[in-house]
């Protein structure tokens, strides 16, 4: 497994943008398949974006594709998680998540290291 810590969650505007991070520790990371998923209060973890190995498939939410980008820095065992024209709807505690399965999935099962979870607030 790797360590994974976000960072960059906090509160923003609708319409504003943030930028998630992901810090991966583990010499296997550019191996592992990541994703982003995120809760809200009182639903379900719901799957956010996913990015295969080496950044050749990528996968979005519905709700999220055309604002949200992931993308991956191999040599500095980052995600990153870039977020723009935010709606309140967005609000949520996002996860970092990476499984050794390799490829890009929307499937919650195939992931064995999370993060703590960071913080994203969107004010109407």
């Known amino acids: 497994q790797v360590q994974l810590v976000e960072s960059g969650g906090g509160l923003v505007q609708a319409g504003g943008s943030l930028r998630l991070s992901c810090a991966a520790s583990?010499?296997?990371?550019?191996?592992?398949?990541m994703g982003w998923f995120r809760q809200a209060p009182g639903k379900e973890r719901e799957f956010v974006a996913a990015i295969s190995w080496n950044g050749d498939n990528i996968y979005y939410a519905d709700s999220v594709k055309g604002r949200f980008t992931i993308s991956r820095d191999n040599a500095k065992n980052t995600v990153l998680l870039q977020m723009n024209s935010l709606k309140p709807e967005d609000t949520a505690v996002y996860y970092c998540a990476g499984g050794k399965m390799s490829f890009a999935t929307r499937n919650v099962g195939q992931y064995d290291s999370w993060g703590q979870g960071t913080q994203v607030t969107v004010s109407s």
């Open positions: 583990g010499r296997t990371f550019s191996y592992y398949g």
